[in-house]
């Protein structure tokens, strides 16, 4: 899918880039990554044990479906990158 321009990457850093498409300046399209990632953060443990994923599926999940490295390249300084592990 098209994002911005031919950039069809699922990178933040791109999905930043049109906000003002969305009527957003970068500032606060920043903030809405950053509460999203630290959501995703705190909630991961209680929503695996939720769905009753074991060790295993966890593993394989994290950082490769959700918060994937790769989304995170090249994003705008003030993102907050998600730590390895």
Do not use: Y
Not at 16 to 25: H, R, T, Y
């Amino acid at each position: 899918m098209l994002i911005r321009g031919a950039e069809r990457t699922s990178q933040v850093g791109v999905c930043i880039a049109a906000a003002s498409v969305f009527l957003l300046n970068q500032q606060e399209a920043i903030q809405i990554v950053n509460h999203q990632v630290r959501t995703i953060e705190q909630k991961w443990p209680a929503i695996c044990e939720e769905a009753g994923l074991s060790e295993v599926d966890q593993a394989l999940f994290w950082r490769r479906q959700f918060l994937n490295p790769f989304a995170f390249i090249n994003a705008p300084e003030g993102v907050h990158v998600p730590l390895p592990g």
